[in-house]
């Protein structure tokens, strides 16, 4: 397929991320972007957040169990 080359300016917070995480990924920028653009177009990225937010939902009481587990009350020493 060919390939059209477009041009974006971004900040350079945002270019370096962008490198980064291409880079993590063992892909180039374009590629990176096209993917970015391919999941957001598809709404892939729209159902994933909806289903970590529907996870958390119902199940931060099991994670709020688990932190509370965690903390030592004050003055609870290990012998």
Do not use: W
Request: proline fraction near 3%; charge should be negative.
């Amino acid at each position: 397929m060919a390939k059209t080359q477009l041009g974006a300016r971004v900040n350079e917070d945002v270019a370096e991320l962008a490198r980064k995480r291409a880079a993590d990924l063992g892909l180039s920028i374009g590629d990176y972007l096209a993917r970015l653009v391919q999941d957001d177009a598809s709404g892939l990225r729209a159902r994933a957040v909806d289903a970590a937010a529907r996870f958390l939902s119902e199940h931060q009481a099991v994670f709020d169990d688990a932190e509370d587990a965690q903390q030592t009350p004050p003055g609870v020493r290990a012998a």
